[in-house]
DNA sequence: CGAATAT
């Protein structure tokens, strides 16, 4: 990978000794170790000592990856945890802010390198290691002679991305980039400034317009690029009249005049039942648990209030900031900061996404000046605060998007390394359209009195849709699949692994219809690049992993398929919701093989699907019902596929840099394929109204 | 179990 060896990675014999010695070895060799008992916040004994849970935590977390570091494993957290705390916390307070060299973590590898980069990093060189970071792997299959334009992009849409995502949405091209932090910088300036102006007129986006030609090339580029796109476009449809706020069901909830305002501009002016059943807890400061079903506007259910309640007092500072939001993808955490931002800039605060795939140093440096709310995927969080980046000792509000999720297996142990940072006394909203009873050990740790609203049973979300589960032959299987997502408009494909999300892609592409698989194998670059190709049409069929099963809202996708069943009926809800969103209709096939057949009936069951299997094969009546048909076309190639949704989009009007002199893909060629109906058009003028929060 | 989150 790194060839130029730059970026902070582990080497392969790095990697082989922490697995080797993982269980046995100290924590202080791994250089991971330290985070674990890190406990620098003092808050957090409280927290501790004030709840009566903890024994079983200890108990469970024998089981859970503590083990891995018997050392202090248990106790860790616990009452030894004190003492772990006094000394580091004299060590973190001595290096962490300044972002001077780092104390305690010259004894771990991992992050020693962290502190050497970190040196280098903060004044400069960020060309390497972007180069690598968001684009590596997807490079590798990319043609010659486009292939340097192609990556190029790649990692210079990546760039952009994260760059106008928090904030400001600069539009800096590669090049901008390469500026560097002088023009991040120079960026985050008027984004400050903006916040009561930006609706009254376009404001610093004028400045930013008047830049010497770059204007052309963005404009059509913007448009591909979805949930800011259709943020900052909303914006950019400027001047304004005045908008009646009589009946404005969110002003009736008592939010802040800005903020009602602001989302009337886009057409929100009814608040769904979660958000007027949780907002006005949320804004009292209690601890919120919310449960609405998908699509059902949970982001500004905790949004709006966590907005107001940070607006009415204090300031973020250096390092820390006022409230986080914790989701358990990047891409989840993009349309969040997306749905965000134009409240956040309107109220006058401050956001950052920060997550991984991404540059560091926008983050870094977001989080430097000064940050009022963090939005951020777990794994990045830490990441920054064990460099000393990000200190949640002033976390005023933190939220769990996908609560529930977040509190399964995988994350839970890095979700209570970030809550047990949080400040006990701050506020908590946890949200999930499953939100059960597997929470409860969160909520026992870190909520208060925590106020409960389920407003639409976990079931009603299914009644706008149509539901299929079809009993089918293995060697049916490809068929079937590819004659009901070839139809016309959107549908995402759920695959259980992601090799099978590459081979189920290949094959559609085989049979003619045109589809890209998405899921978490892939670099950054390409997992945007894919999502953005879907989202504007480009490409009509996803096939993704779960990665892409909670929260992802793309408007108008038509079917939901699920060739492997999920692997609980929270996830068929998840899944499913991908569809019908904010009251449309859609509809749901799921396929099953003979073996499957009980374990799917019982989670249509769970689901509380009122649906049984049917026996089907291809050509069967379901499929045409569903849209489907045999598709017709010729093969579509991984290059074809790649060029579709790389660079191009120069036919939108005006080239974009990468594609100077570079190979015009655009889709004149297979742009109707796998699509019966043809003419599908990616509706790009859908995405320009700011429904992704709702 | 696999996927997601991180370098």
Redesign the pocket.
Known sequence: MPKDGK????TRAQ?LEAKRSGARTQRDETG?GPRRDRAANPRSDRRDGGRGGERRYDDRRGDRRYDDRPDRGQDARRGDRRYGDDDRRNERSFGERRGGERRYDNDGR?DR??DDRRGERRYGDRGPRRDT?DNGRGRRDFGRGDRRDDRRDGFRRDDRRDDRRDGDDRRSSFRDDRRGERFDRGGDRPARRSSYRDDRRPSYRDDRRERPARRDFDRPRRDDREPATAVTATREQGPVEPISLEGNGFAALGLPEVLVERLARDGITAPFPIQEATIPDALEGRDVLGRGRTGSGKTLSFGLPLLTRLAKGGKARSGQPRAVVLV????LAMQVSDALQPLVHVIGLRHKL?????P?EPQLSALERGVDVLI????????LMERGAADLSRVEIAVLDEAD?MA????LE?IEQILDQVPTDGQRLLFSATLDRGIDTVVERYLTDPVEHATDDGTASISTMDHHALLIEPRHKKTVTAEVANRSGRTVVFV??????DRVAGELRDQGVLAAS????LSQGQRNKVLAAFKNGVVPVLV????AARGIHVDDVGVVLQVDPP?DHK?YLHRAGRTARAGEKGTVVTLALPHQRRTMQRLLDEAGVDTTLQNARPGDDVIRAAGGSRPDGAPISEQDLQRLISPPRANRGGRSYGDRGGRQGGRGRYGDRGRREGGYRGGRDRFSRGHSAR
């Open positions: 970026k902070a990675r582990w990697k991971r991992g390198r962290y970071d358990p993808t990047r891409e920060v997550a991984g795939g991404m560091y951020a995927t777990p794994g990045r969080l830490i990441d999720h399964e297996m995988g994350f890095a259980r692994t992601k090799l099978g999300a998405l899921h978490g194998g993704a992993t779960d990665v692997a996830d």
